[in-house]
């Protein structure tokens, strides 16, 4: 690769535009978070906002799909959730087994029920 090869420039591209912003942010994050009370009532709202968001994407996710997700039924994302969410307690709060269980049963059930 050269400096006359337009991909050069795409590459380029991508990381002045794509992966130098983000990070700069992300090394101000670790920066500034040392200092930031986890207690404090901003930190509180922060999370509280970033759940809300989080809970707003599952239910439209779940409610009104688009894409392949569409013709999966109903019942089977909600049974999905249940699943997702009894692999979290049953596995000592683990996050990565309840998502792990939740899509080899979505998964699982849009192959058996297509």
């Given at each position: 690769?050269?400096?006359?090869?337009?991909?050069?420039?795409?590459?380029?591209?991508?990381?002045?535009?794509?992966?130098?912003?983000?990070?700069?942010?992300?090394?101000?994050?670790?920066?500034?978070?040392?200092?930031?009370?986890?207690?404090?009532?901003?930190?509180?709202?922060v999370r509280a906002v970033a759940t809300a968001l989080l809970a707003g994407v599952i239910a439209r996710l779940v409610l009104a799909?688009?894409?392949?997700?569409?013709?999966?039924?109903?019942?089977?994302?909600?049974?999905?959730?249940?699943?997702?969410?009894?692999?979290?307690?049953?596995?000592?709060?683990?996050?990565?087994?309840?998502?792990?269980?939740?899509?080899?049963?979505?998964?699982?059930?849009?192959?058996?029920?297509?």
């Amino acid at each position: 690769m050269s400096l006359s090869d337009p991909i050069f420039y795409a590459y380029l591209l991508v990381i002045l535009a794509g992966f130098l912003p983000t990070d700069v942010f992300r090394f101000a994050a670790v920066l500034f978070s040392r200092r930031i009370n986890e207690d404090s009532e901003a930190l509180i709202f922060v999370r509280a906002v970033a759940t809300a968001l989080l809970a707003g994407v599952i239910a439209r996710l779940v409610l009104a799909p688009s894409g392949d997700l569409a013709g999966v039924p109903l019942w089977l994302r909600l049974a999905t959730i249940a699943a997702g969410v009894a692999a979290y307690f049953l596995f000592r709060k683990s996050v990565f087994a309840g998502v792990i269980v939740a899509e080899i049963a979505i998964i699982g059930g849009a192959i058996l029920f297509r």
